[in-house]
Structure formats: C-alpha cells, structure tokens
C-alpha cells in the first residue's frame, strides 16, 4: 500500500479561531486556560479532518501559539536574556508572547520584540532566533510531547513534526561577539536525541524533520555539517524522514538522497524535473516522499498528471512510496467548503487544505486501486475540471493581452533621471530636513469594520457608508496635523486589505469568504485569487484621496499597492508566467497612478513589500526574476511628471543581495522595515551608496509598546552614520492598521519630537 501523509495543517481554525482567542487573551478577557482550551479543541479537529480524508499518518506539532520556529527556540531554551525571569524558571505562554511582540516599558524594562522575517519565499512570517557564542541549550517548553500524547490519547497514527538541526541555525542570527553558527551545532544536536528519546517512549514510529535549506545554494561546510549531523543522529531511535520543499534539490540532491535516515520528501509542484535523477539516487531501504498536491495555492491538483508520477514511482518503490503535499498546509486555507458565495464553475476549480488532504489520499489509493469506483469518478471529475478551466473565456482577455504587447521600453522610464527630479519636487513640495510621514493606513478599530460589514451586508446605503468613511479621513487627518506630521495620509480607513481592496476592483480577480492564511501571529491574509487576464476598469482611490486632500493644505500622499506584491500576495494562476501577471497589473496600476496626478495628488507611494519575498531561493534564477520584477515597479510609476513624487515601501527582508535592482526601480523615496534590526538593514545602502531617498522605519508597529523619543532619535542618527540626512525621511516600520489609537498617538508624537531634535541639531551645526 502508498501511504499517504501531510507535512502540516493550518493552525488558525476554519473561522480563525486561534487569532481570536489569541487577541482576546492579550486583552485580559481569555485567561490561559481559555486559551489552551481553545488550541486543544483545534487540534482535535484538524487531526480528525485529516483523518476523514484519508491521510494516514498525522502531523503533530504543527500547531504554534504564535509561529513554529519560535515553538523550536523554546524548545531548544533559545530565549534573549531580555526575556527570561528570575533565577532558573521555565518559560511560560506570557515568555512566548513576549519574545513575539516585545513588552511595555512597565515591564521588564521594555524589551524589544526578536526580528521577523519571511520563511523561505513565502508570505509567511517567522521570529528570528538570536543566538549568542555562548549559547548553550535545554529542553525547556513541553509542548511537542504534551501534543503527542493529545493526539495519541485519540487514538492517531502521529507523526510529529520539528525543524532540523541546520535549518534551525540557518534561520538564526548571530548577537554580540561574531562567531560562526555552525559551531553551535555539536552543542545543539544533544537536544534532538532527547526530543527523539522522549517521543520513542512516548510510542512515535517516525518523526518529520524539515530541513528545507537543502533547496538553498548551501556554502560547504554546511553540506559537510549535513552529514555530520545526521551520521550522529541515526544513533538515536525513531524512523526518521527528512522533508525539503519549495524547491529543487539540485546541487544538493546526492547529499540529501544519502543522508543516514529512513525517508526523503521533496517538492514535485515546484521541482518536478528533480523527479527521475532522485529514484536512481535513494537507496534500496529508504522511503521517498513525493510532494503531488500543491501546499501554497488553490488550485485543484490534476490528478491524471500526478497520478502518472505516482504509478511510475510505485513501479520502482513499492510500499516505499509515501505520497503527500508539496508543502505544510500551513499556507493554504482551511476549508473549500465553507465557501457558498463563489459561483459554481470556479470553485470546482479549487481546493483548500481539507480538499487537498483528500487529493493526496486519492491519488495513494488510486496507485493502489485503481479500478476503485471512487477513483474512476474522481479521475473523471478532475479530467472535468481540467478542460473546463483551460476553455473557459472568463479567462483570456484579447484587449489585456493586446495592450501588454504593445508596451515600448521607454514605457518604463521616467522622464529624467532622479538628480533632477528631486530637485523640482523638493521646490514644489517645500518640506523640512528629517520630513515625517507614515506608511499609510491608520487604527481600523471595531467601528470601522462594522460599517464596511454593514455596507457590504446591505444594511446601510452607499451614502451612508461614504459619509461614515470621510468622517474617519477627517478623523485622521485631524490627529496628523495636531500631532504635526509633514506628509499626510488619508488612513486607509475603506480598505479591508492592501491587496484585496485594490484585488476587488480589477477583473480577473475572484474572492473568498473563509479563505484565511497566517501571516504571523493572529495576523491572517485572505489572498485574492487570479483566475484571468487583468485589467481595471475605472478608478479605485482617486474620489477617497481628494477628498483628503481638500481637508487639509498639507501634502496628502496617494496610497496604491504595487504590482509584484499584488501578485504574491495572492494566489496566482498557474496557465500563465508570474512576469505576464504582474506587468498586466502593473499597467492597470499605472492608470491609477496617473489618474492621481491629474487630481493633484504630488506624492503617490506604491507599496512593493514583496519585492524580495519573490526572489528565487536559488541565486541562478535571481536575476530573471529581478528583471521583470523592476520592469513591472517602472511601468507601474513611471507615466507620471518630474514633480510628481513616487514612495514605495518593502517590508522585513535582506536587502544585501537585491539593493541594485532596488535602486534600478529608481523610486524618489523608500520606506523600509528596520527597527526590529537596529537599522543593521541599513547597512546594504551605505555600501551601494544607495543613491534615493530613504526612510528607515524607525519604531516596530507589529509591538503595541511605545518607543521613547530618545530611542527613536539613537536610531536615526545610526541612519545618519550610513545616509545623508538631506536624504532622510522619518516613518514608522509599517503601516498601523492593527494598533490602537493610543499607542499610535503616543509612538506618532515621539517620533515627531525626534525628529525635530535632529532639526535643531542640523541647524545648530549650520
């Protein structure tokens, strides 16, 4: 028999249960044991879903409280000195929280958050553990095995899931004196034979252990440290399968393949080519996991074409083969079914994380049996679904594809060259040394969600809700001149999400009810899907942006969201290159752009913070991607006057290796995320010599603490040490949707106040 098994499910709940009692907790109104109530009664029933579907053997220890790698440092005891309690105490759900979102002046002294950054390429956000060289580790959090006999108690066939020992190094940082993570490992190490101990008593079979950077371009003395490794680890009992995915082996397939451990997963959604040199590389003993059914979209898996693989792997493997998901689940949404807004032929079109649990079950049963009643009507129906999607002519769109054809290389250039541009918007904008702004959106407090619910329900008129809308607007408006900011922003106060409002009004774009993803925390996305050729048909922001404009004389800045984050951040077709649909978008975006101009907006900022999300993770696909990626930004910015001012903002990434293609998209400002690094990420546009204007994001908005206005003044002048301050903005990491008024208030006056000490400080130096 093929058996089939998942690497992962989602944790927030098929109506993000995790995220509300999470937020309700850090209210006060759920107490701990609520909260543990409510992440048992989840497990419970994504294990029994998954078991309904067919999977076999059920991962344990997927579910996180906040994020998995952060699960891990506990685990390991990897925890900041700025968060541990007094004398030896074990670390608690409050340490956890903590070390995700930082914690007030009143308590502990204020410590800052650990930095987040994305998991791999996805839209996925992890805490970066912080290691020390003289790190020592301990098994300190219980909750995998706490997990393991939950499950078990059930009655399931568990396979518990934990990060590998080098991938869990390689998403680390280094803090204090350098030193060398590698070093780390002989220390490290111990902790998995305790962790594989413990889950042999505790009667586990296998154990999964993701070591997803074996897709990466490894340097060598971490392909050496593989096999170092693991040639200690086989000592130690269980079965062990070691899971790769969201790319190709490559280089690093032989290493992988001749790893001393029971089985391999790898990735044939998004690596299928690696397919037929791993057969001739497993040895005899060993089980190779196929990943059939994409972990990271919404599509239907076509079963025919998986199946083919499936049979052919069998033909060699036998009982060898396992068949599963490309990916953890993690980053697909829970339930299809509960989507009963969607027309008929596309949802037949999709499949969420349930679905594709029964997908991979199928397609085991199908190797196996084959004449199966089951099987034969399941083939039919994805034969079905196949020919309908590619035939169908809500996708293909002549006048959108005519248009991108005609698009001419100076289509996508400015009309001068930034050194003399800057110089006319500077005279028309007439702003200060250190001018301060936000990224964009403001509070979006219970009040306005329920009038955009409203609205969209029926219960008010389309008056009422406008009217409700522009008395938000004047609301923010109002806070930012008292509060005396430069550049102003309307709040954002319409807009449910940066990439589903704009999503909603462009064709070519279909929308769920139930279709959440975690981002980080109890932060969830609904990505938008594409399902065809996209195009906008009128204006989206331009009558909100005006009417901002009008209540103030200060500069309003027009808040649009880029092409490539458009395009991550939602589930993309899978008939058509990513480069097609983001330059489709990006000249619908481009119409907006001009469209703000004309009404007099003089700063139009275009969010790209996906911009390095999207980069290839090996680095001979980089530069494709870099081209197409920037061509899409300039087309987008690049059909208005000199005066006019474009902005974009990038969220946390590593600059280092994509600061030249950053500067080809030759945006007059970027606004980036910092804070959480110490304004380190800085440091790849002092070497480049970055030659914009940049405005390093100077306190973290995903912490609801509240920066000193001496915190904030220490880190624009370490900006200062790497940029000119004639090309210094100052801004908050990103936009402030989910804080409160309050600390928003508070932080927005600090940072205010700070920056007019730089100014006195600017002036008393002249």
Same mark, same amino acid.
């Given at each position: 028999m093929v058996l089939a098994h998942n690497l992962g499910f989602p944790r927030i709940g098929r109506d993000r249960e995790l995220k509300k009692a999470q937020e309700a907790f850090w209210k006060g109104e759920l107490d701990e044991v609520g909260l543990r109530v409510v992440g048992q009664q989840l497990r419970t029933a994504h294990w029994q879903v998954q078991k309904d579907a067919g999977i076999e053997l059920l991962p344990v220890g997927d579910f996180a409280w906040y994020d998995q790698v952060l699960t891990h440092s506990l685990t390991f005891g990897v925890i900041p000195e700025r968060f541990r309690g007094h004398g030896n105490a074990k670390p608690t759900l409050q340490t956890l929280?903590?070390?995700?979102?930082?914690?007030? +002046?009143?308590?502990?002294?204020?410590?800052?958050?650990?930095? &987040? !950054?994305?998991?791999?390429?996805?839209?996925?956000?992890?805490?970066?553990?912080?290691?020390?060289?003289?790190q020592q580790f301990e098994l300190s959090w219980e909750q995998l095995f706490e997990e393991v006999d939950e499950a078990k108690a059930l009655g399931y066939a568990v396979k518990p899931v934990v990060i590998g020992p080098l991938t869990y190094l390689w998403l680390g940082k280094t803090k204090g004196a350098e030193f060398d993570k590698l070093d780390l490992l002989e220390r490290l190490l111990p902790l998995y034979g305790q962790i594989f101990q413990r889950l042999a008593a505790q009667g586990v079979e296998w154990v999964q252990i993701d070591e997803p950077i074996l897709v990466l371009d490894l340097p060598?003395?971490?392909?050496?440290?593989?096999?170092?490794?693991?040639?200690?680890?086989?000592?130690?009992?269980?079965?062990?399968?070691?899971a790769t995915y969201f790319g190709d082996l490559e280089d690093n397939l032989g290493l992988a393949a001749g790893l001393p451990v029971d089985g391999l997963h790898i990735d044939l959604v998004r690596a299928? $080519?690696?397919?037929?040199?791993?057969?001739? =590389? &497993?040895?005899?003993?060993?089980?190779?996991?196929?990943?059939?059914?994409?972990?990271?979209?919404?599509?239907?898996?076509?079963?025919?074409?998986?199946?083919?693989?499936? *049979?052919?792997?069998?033909? =060699?493997?036998?009982?060898?083969?396992?068949?599963? %998901?490309?990916?953890?689940?993690l980053h697909s949404p829970v339930d299809l079914a509960?989507?009963?807004?969607? $027309?008929?032929?596309?949802?037949?079109?999709?499949?969420?994380?349930?679905?594709?649990?029964?997908?991979?079950?199928?397609?085991? =049963?199908?190797?196996?049996?084959?004449?199966?009643?089951?099987?034969?009507a399941a083939l039919a129906e994805s034969r079905a679904v196949q020919t309908s999607r590619a035939a169908s002519p809500r996708i293909h769109k002549p006048e959108v594809q005519a248009r991108l054809a005609a698009v001419l290389p100076a289509d996508s250039q400015r009309q001068s060259v930034f050194a003399e541009r800057i110089v006319k918007q500077r005279a028309g904008l007439n702003l200060p040394a250190f001018p301060t702004t936000t990224i964009g959106s403001f509070p979006q407090t219970p009040a306005i969600r329920l009038t955009r619910q409203s609205f969209?329900?029926?219960?008010?008129?389309?008056? #009422?809700?406008?009217?409700?809308? @522009?008395? #938000?607007? @004047?609301?923010?408006?109002?806070?930012?001149? @008292?509060? /005396?900011?430069?550049?102003?922003?309307?709040?954002?106060?319409?807009?449910?999400?940066?990439?589903?409002?704009?999503?909603?009004?462009?064709?070519?774009?279909?929308?769920?009810?139930?279709?959440?993803?975690?981002?980080? /925390?109890?932060?969830?996305?609904?990505?938008?899907?594409?399902?065809? $050729?996209?195009? *906008?048909p009128k204006a989206m922001t331009v009558d909100w942006i005006e009417y901002a404009q009008s209540l103030t004389d200060k500069v309003m800045k027009g808040m649009l969201t880029g092409p490539v984050t458009m395009l991550m951040w939602s589930f993309p077709r899978e008939d058509v290159k990513r480069e097609v649909q983001a330059k489709q978008l990006a000249l619908a975006i481009r119409d907006e752009v001009v469209d703000l101009e004309a009404?007099?907006?003089?700063?139009?900022?275009?969010?790209?913070?996906?911009?390095?999300?999207?980069?290839?993770?090996?680095?001979?696909?980089?530069?494709?991607?870099? $081209?197409?990626? !920037?061509?899409?930004? *300039?087309? !987008?910015?690049?059909?208005?006057?000199?005066?006019?001012?474009?902005?974009? @903002?990038?969220?946390?990434?590593?600059?280092?290796?994509?600061?030249?293609?950053?500067?080809? &998209?030759?945006?007059?400002?970027? !606004?980036?995320?910092?804070?959480?690094?110490?304004?380190?990420?800085? +440091?790849?546009?002092?070497?480049?010599?970055?030659?914009?204007?940049?405005? %390093?994001?100077?306190?973290?908005?995903?912490?609801?603490?509240? %920066?000193?206005?001496?915190?904030?003044?220490?880190?624009?002048?370490?900006?200062?040490?790497?940029i000119p301050v004639e090309r210094l903005w100052v801004n908050p990491d990103c936009g402030l949707k989910t804080r409160a008024w309050p600390e928003t208030k508070a932080a927005l006056m600090n940072m205010v106040a700070a920056a007019h000490e730089l100014r006195n400080d600017l002036a008393a130096q002249a």
């Open positions: 929280f903590a070390m995700a979102r930082g914690v007030s +002046d009143s308590c502990r002294g204020g410590a800052h958050a650990q930095e &987040m !950054t994305k998991w791999f390429d996805t839209n996925y956000h992890y805490l970066v553990p912080e290691f020390t060289a003289e060598q003395d971490w392909k050496n440290a593989f096999e170092r490794a693991y040639n200690l680890l086989q000592k130690d009992p269980l079965k062990k399968l070691v299928p $080519d690696q397919y037929p040199t791993i057969l001739d =590389r &497993m040895p005899a003993y060993k089980v190779l996991s196929l990943g059939l059914v994409n972990g990271r979209n919404v599509w239907r898996c076509n079963l025919e074409k998986a199946l083919e693989v499936a *049979r052919h792997a069998h033909e =060699r493997l036998g009982e060898r083969l396992w068949i599963a %998901p490309s990916c953890s689940l509960r989507e009963d807004k969607l $027309d008929a032929e596309l949802k037949s079109w999709l499949a969420f994380a349930v679905q594709k649990c029964q997908e991979v079950a199928l397609l085991a =049963r199908a190797v196996s049996q084959p004449e199966a009643a089951e099987v034969v969209k329900q029926g219960k008010i008129s389309k008056a #009422e809700y406008i009217e409700a809308m @522009h008395s #938000e607007i @004047h609301h923010a408006v109002q806070v930012q001149e @008292h509060l /005396g900011l430069d550049v102003l922003v309307h709040g954002e106060a319409e807009r449910n999400d940066m990439v589903e409002y704009f999503a909603e009004q462009l064709d070519g774009y279909a929308f769920t009810r139930f279709g959440w993803v975690q981002s980080y /925390g109890s932060r969830c996305v609904k990505p938008a899907v594409i399902y065809g $050729d996209l195009s *906008r009404a007099g907006i003089k700063i139009v900022q275009i969010d790209e913070a996906a911009f390095r999300e999207g980069l290839p993770l090996r680095k001979a696909e980089w530069q494709h991607y870099l $081209d197409w990626a !920037t061509e899409a930004f *300039r087309l !987008t910015a690049s059909g208005v006057k000199d005066e006019t001012q474009i902005h974009t @903002h990038m969220c946390y990434s590593e600059f280092n290796d994509v600061i030249e293609s950053i500067a080809a &998209m030759d945006a007059d400002v970027i !606004t980036i995320e910092t804070s959480r690094s110490d304004m380190e990420l800085l +440091d790849a546009f002092e070497k480049f010599a970055y030659p914009n204007e940049i405005g %390093p994001g100077v306190y973290d908005i995903h912490s609801p603490r509240v %920066p000193s206005k001496e915190e904030i003044v220490t880190l624009l002048r370490k900006a200062a040490l790497r």
